[in-house]
């Protein structure tokens, strides 16, 4: 009974570092995007069903992708004064149980598909595709940033494909909304790292363009997603709600690029975790309104 409980109790404690390895909580950057493809795709509230296994599809994914970027990146992390203090670098967890835990996130995610439709199944693994790419990508390519664009940008697009089964414009423009609002948000954050990228002979927009030109590139992949998420408004005939939701939207990632002016990281923080929080929650609750209103 002892040995049982022990098992459990180191079980549990595995499962809470890993949760805590992958940032779980941080969902909620791509989970309302997904809600919104959704929401536009069923032109009002999707059924129980179709939300419940969106969601998991989404924790699927998520963890799954999380889960691979740590443990390709142990040994990288472990050199990086800023992440040598994650779990798999400071032996909190092994890189067995993570591959157990990658898995099973991975089976989540293709038997979500699978319950939601034939093409979101058929799918899947191109999104896999995507998820183990970007792991790879900074050792030979300054790209790395747009491919965490395109995995994210898959959340209001896979909800769409649950929705209607098909692929259609608006979520098209939708998506590539999400992928430069991540890929601009990514690259600020990757500054960073810019002198230990630099040293460790790893590829970044940050390492390719300096400070200050990476900051003018995230201003103006931000006003790409401005740009498409007003042409999308345009494109669905949607209303007031939507248009105050993206005004909205529009003074926090001007927020955000104040706080990191002159490139200055003390408030990283704040601008990363909590404005994109709130943007993405923004976009989605003024949608959902005007969808409904």
Same mark, same amino acid.
């Given at each position: 009974?002892?040995?049982?409980?022990?098992?459990?109790?180191?079980? =549990?404690?595995? $499962?809470? $570092?890993?949760?805590?390895?992958?940032?779980?909580?941080?969902?909620?950057?791509?989970?309302?995007?997904?809600?919104?493809?959704?929401?536009?795709?069923?032109?009002?509230?999707?059924?129980?069903?179709?939300?419940? %296994?969106?969601?998991?599809?989404?924790?699927?994914?998520?963890?799954?992708?999380?889960?691979?970027?740590?443990?390709?990146?142990?040994?990288?992390?472990?050199?990086?004064?800023?992440?040598?203090?994650?779990?798999?670098?400071?032996? =909190?967890?092994?890189?067995?149980?993570?591959? #157990?835990? +990658?898995?099973? !996130?991975?089976?989540?995610?293709?038997?979500?598909?699978?319950?939601?439709?034939?093409? /979101?199944?058929?799918?899947?693994?191109?999104?896999? &595709?995507?998820?183990?790419?970007?792991?790879? /990508?900074?050792?030979?390519?300054?790209?790395?940033?747009?491919?965490?664009? +395109? /995995?994210?940008?898959?959340?209001?697009?896979?909800? %769409? +494909?649950?929705?209607?089964?098909?692929?259609?414009?608006?979520?098209?423009?939708?998506?590539?909304?999400?992928?430069? %609002?991540?890929?601009? &948000?990514?690259?600020?954050?990757?500054?960073?790292?810019?002198?230990?990228?630099?040293?460790?002979?790893?590829?970044?927009?940050?390492?390719?363009?300096?400070?200050?030109?990476?900051?003018?590139? !995230?201003?103006?992949?931000?006003?790409?997603?401005?740009?498409?998420?007003?042409?999308?408004?345009?494109?669905?005939?949607?209303?007031?709600?939507?248009?105050?939701?993206?005004? !909205?939207?529009?003074?926090?990632?001007?927020?955000?690029? %104040?706080?990191?002016?002159?490139?200055?990281?003390?408030?990283?923080?704040?601008?990363?975790?909590?404005?994109?929080?709130?943007?993405? #929650?923004? $976009?989605?609750?003024?949608? =959902?309104?005007?969808?409904?209103?």
């Amino acid at each position: 009974m002892h040995e049982r409980t022990a098992f459990s109790s180191g079980s =549990l404690q595995k $499962i809470r $570092i890993f949760l805590e390895m992958i940032k779980f909580s941080h969902t909620v950057f791509a989970l309302p995007f997904a809600f919104t493809g959704g929401v536009l795709a069923a032109g009002g509230l999707p059924t129980f069903y179709q939300l419940f %296994w969106i969601v998991m599809a989404m924790v699927g994914a998520r963890t799954a992708a999380m889960g691979l970027n740590r443990m390709i990146d142990a040994e990288i992390d472990a050199e990086n004064p800023r992440t040598r203090s994650r779990a798999i670098p400071a032996g =909190l967890i092994g890189k067995g149980a993570v591959i #157990v835990f +990658i898995l099973l !996130a991975l089976a989540l995610m293709l038997y979500s598909a699978y319950r939601l439709n034939t093409l /979101c199944l058929y799918l899947s693994p191109i999104a896999v &595709f995507f998820l183990v790419l970007y792991s790879y /990508c900074k050792r030979f390519t300054s790209l790395a940033h747009i491919v965490l664009g +395109i /995995c994210l940008a898959g959340a209001p697009v896979g909800a %769409w +494909i649950a929705i209607r089964g098909s692929v259609d414009l608006p979520v098209i423009v939708l998506g590539l909304a999400v992928l430069f %609002w991540v890929a601009g &948000f990514d690259i600020l954050y990757a500054l960073q790292d810019l002198e230990f990228d630099r040293q460790r002979g790893l590829h970044s927009i940050p390492v390719k363009l300096g400070a200050n030109g990476t900051l003018w590139a !995230a201003r103006l992949f931000h006003l790409a997603m401005v740009a498409l998420l007003l042409f999308l408004g345009f494109q669905l005939g949607l209303g007031a709600w939507y248009g105050m939701g993206l005004a !909205a939207t529009s003074g926090m990632l001007l927020y955000e690029h %104040w706080l990191l002016r002159g490139g200055n990281l003390e408030k990283i923080d704040a601008a990363f975790l909590n404005m994109n929080g709130y943007i993405s #929650v923004t $976009i989605f609750a003024f949608t =959902l309104l005007d969808v409904l209103f």
